[in-house]
């Protein structure tokens, strides 16, 4: 028993003896020695019968302090109150409430610059974009029976992918169970990249969008009717454990992830289909997009003639991707052309740095994605998810995170297959032309 309630009881009992003293709640030690003292005992009943109120007090006040000391919690427990009081603190600064009383309220006692500024540091975003992630997903969400609200849920993954946390620190941090957490992790992730992708993640082919992305490509690099720059990064995994080509070319886990992006640095395509250790030009050519360029499907109609070349839009990349007629890559990696095409092969890079940034942006900004600590099978919509917040980001012209870089790549131009001959051919013819063409203006002026 507590001692402090056995303290409070004895005082108790010196008090009830100085207020009544015709009853003895404790019996003398002299008592059990004669008859006499025996005989004038008091029995339990004889303190309901007393003429004092004193008793019934007595035990009025005694059963209050015993249920109190009943309820404390025990001081012999392992932590100590400062440490679970903390730990309450904690769990509370997450808790649903929590989080509704900065949503709802404190949210808009701020002037807009803080309010979005917390709001970042929180969640990878600002408010506006926030909600509208949370209006598009509400009522996808409310179909799962989630026992949570929407937006505290949507809240909860924001956070995990902005800070890369895994599953167990942000259930520690909730308190709620990693299980739970890697549920409703992969429950918005999936419904990122499947209900936002076809809103966010868009191939330009509207005239309009056409125009719009190459003038700004060519206000950038001089080079007409360029719609998109594409590259490769590998993406970082958190599990060791996994067949050899996983090791990507920096010498870790990974899996592949090819982008096409246009000058304000939004993807128009994105696909993560192999292991970290394939090729840039095999995972393109596993690609839909490759396949959909190939086949036809995609027809760009904005034509241009370049030195009596038809030239459609087409999209640059770097020597690791094969030179196709709707896709150019420099002459030479080591600046050993000529001049006209050393001046076309500067030029395309610069045109080819937008996805370089996007991708740095992209990994700056939802740093989830620089150790992806998900389940395998969840890995490709992820990412895909990363990339479809990243557009969002951009549209909305959020600020931009400090950059994540990758190492410089390396690596032998891809042979070409038998089928991409005639696409090769063409390409070398177009890719001279345009070399030639920007030589003659510039050098003209």
Same mark, same amino acid.
């Given at each position: 028993?507590?001692?402090?309630?056995?303290?409070?009881?004895?005082?108790?009992?010196?008090?009830? %003896?100085?207020?009544?003293?015709?009853?003895?709640?404790?019996?003398?030690?002299?008592?059990?020695?004669?008859?006499?003292?025996?005989?004038?005992? !008091?029995?339990?009943?004889?303190?309901? +019968?007393?003429?004092?109120?004193? #008793?019934?007090?007595?035990?009025?006040?005694?059963s209050?302090?015993?249920?109190?000391?009943?309820?404390?919690?025990?001081?012999?427990?392992?932590?100590?109150?400062a440490?679970?009081?903390s730990?309450?603190?904690?769990?509370? $600064?997450?808790?649903?409430?929590?989080?509704?009383?900065?949503?709802?309220?404190?949210?808009?006692?701020?002037?807009?610059?803080?309010?979005?500024?917390?709001?970042?540091?929180?969640?990878?975003?600002?408010?506006?974009?926030?909600? !509208?992630?949370?209006?598009?997903?509400?009522?996808?969400?409310?179909?799962?029976?989630?026992?949570?609200?929407?937006?505290?849920?949507?809240?909860?993954?924001?956070?995990?992918?902005?800070? &890369?946390?895994s599953?167990?620190?942000?259930a520690a941090?909730?308190s709620?169970?990693?299980?739970?957490?890697?549920?409703?992790? %992969?429950?918005v +992730?999936?419904?990122?990249?499947?209900?936002?992708?076809?809103?966010?993640?868009?191939?330009?082919?509207?005239?309009?969008?056409?125009?719009?992305t190459?003038?700004?490509?060519?206000?950038?690099?001089?080079?007409?009717?360029?719609?998109?720059?594409?590259?490769?990064?590998?993406?970082?995994?958190?599990?060791?454990?996994? #067949? &050899? %080509?996983?090791?990507?070319?920096?010498?870790? %886990?990974?899996?592949?992830?090819?982008?096409?992006? /246009?000058?304000?640095?939004?993807?128009? /395509?994105?696909?993560?289909?192999?292991?970290?250790?394939?090729?840039?030009? !095999?995972?393109? @050519?596993?690609?839909?997009?490759?396949? @959909?360029?190939?086949?036809? $499907?995609?027809?760009? /109609?904005?034509?241009?003639?370049?030195?009596?070349?038809?030239?459609?839009?087409?999209?640059?990349?770097?020597?690791?991707?094969?030179?196709?007629?709707?896709?150019?890559?420099?002459?030479?990696p080591?600046?050993?052309?000529? #001049?006209?095409?050393?001046?076309?092969?500067?030029?395309?890079?610069? &045109?080819?740095?937008?996805?370089?940034?996007?991708?740095?942006?992209?990994?700056?900004?939802w740093?989830?994605?620089? $150790?992806?600590?998900?389940?395998l099978?969840?890995?490709?919509?992820?990412?895909?998810?990363?990339?479809?917040?990243?557009?969002?980001?951009?549209?909305?012209?959020?600020?931009?995170?400090?950059?994540?870089? $990758?190492?410089?790549?390396? &690596?032998?131009?891809?042979?070409?297959? /038998?089928?991409?001959?005639?696409?090769?051919?063409?390409?070398?013819?177009?890719?001279?032309?345009?070399?030639?063409?920007?030589?003659? @203006?510039?050098?003209?002026?």
């Amino acid at each position: 028993m507590d001692q402090s309630f056995l303290l409070m009881l004895s005082n108790l009992l010196h008090l009830h %003896n100085s207020i009544d003293p015709t009853t003895s709640l404790i019996s003398s030690p002299t008592s059990t020695t004669t008859a006499s003292s025996a005989s004038t005992s !008091t029995s339990p009943t004889s303190l309901l +019968t007393s003429s004092s109120a004193a #008793p019934l007090l007595f035990f009025t006040i005694a059963s209050v302090l015993s249920y109190i000391a009943s309820s404390r919690p025990s001081s012999s427990s392992p932590s100590t109150p400062a440490a679970s009081s903390s730990a309450a603190a904690a769990a509370s $600064d997450y808790s649903v409430s929590a989080f509704r009383a900065l949503s709802t309220e404190h949210i808009w006692s701020l002037e807009a610059p803080l309010r979005d500024a917390q709001w970042r540091s929180l969640y990878g975003l600002s408010y506006p974009v926030f909600t !509208t992630v949370v209006d598009k997903l509400k009522p996808h969400i409310a179909l799962s029976n989630l026992s949570l609200p929407s937006d505290y849920a949507v809240a909860m993954v924001l956070s995990r992918l902005a800070h &890369g946390f895994s599953a167990k620190s942000l259930a520690a941090r909730y308190s709620l169970e990693p299980y739970l957490i890697s549920k409703i992790t %992969n429950m918005v +992730t999936r419904l990122l990249a499947t209900k936002l992708y076809p809103e966010f993640i868009k191939i330009p082919v509207s005239r309009r969008r056409l125009i719009e992305t190459t003038q700004a490509f060519e206000e950038l690099t001089s080079l007409p009717n360029m719609c998109g720059a594409i590259d490769g990064s590998p993406i970082r995994l958190h599990k060791q454990n996994l #067949p &050899g %080509n996983y090791k990507c070319r920096y010498g870790y %886990n990974a899996v592949q992830l090819e982008v096409v992006a /246009d000058h304000k640095k939004i993807f128009w /395509d994105v696909c993560v289909k192999a292991p970290g250790g394939t090729e840039d030009a !095999t995972h393109f @050519r596993e690609s839909l997009l490759y396949n @959909r360029l190939t086949s036809g $499907d995609i027809v760009w /109609d904005k034509v241009i003639n370049v030195r009596g070349h038809p030239v459609r839009p087409y999209i640059v990349g770097d020597w690791c991707y094969p030179l196709l007629s709707f896709l150019l890559t420099p002459f030479s990696p080591n600046g050993m052309g000529t #001049p006209a095409q050393n001046l076309f092969d500067g030029m395309l890079m610069k &045109g080819r740095s937008v996805v370089v940034e996007a991708i740095g942006l992209l990994k700056g900004r939802w740093k989830i994605l620089q $150790d992806l600590n998900v389940g395998l099978n969840h890995v490709p919509q992820t990412i895909v998810a990363c990339c479809v917040l990243h557009n969002l980001c951009q549209i909305a012209r959020e600020p931009e995170p400090e950059l994540w870089k $990758d190492p410089e790549e390396n &690596g032998m131009p891809p042979r070409v297959h /038998d089928s991409e001959k005639s696409l090769y051919y063409f390409g070398e013819s177009l890719r001279q032309a345009l070399a030639d063409d920007l030589h003659q @203006r510039l050098s003209s002026r």
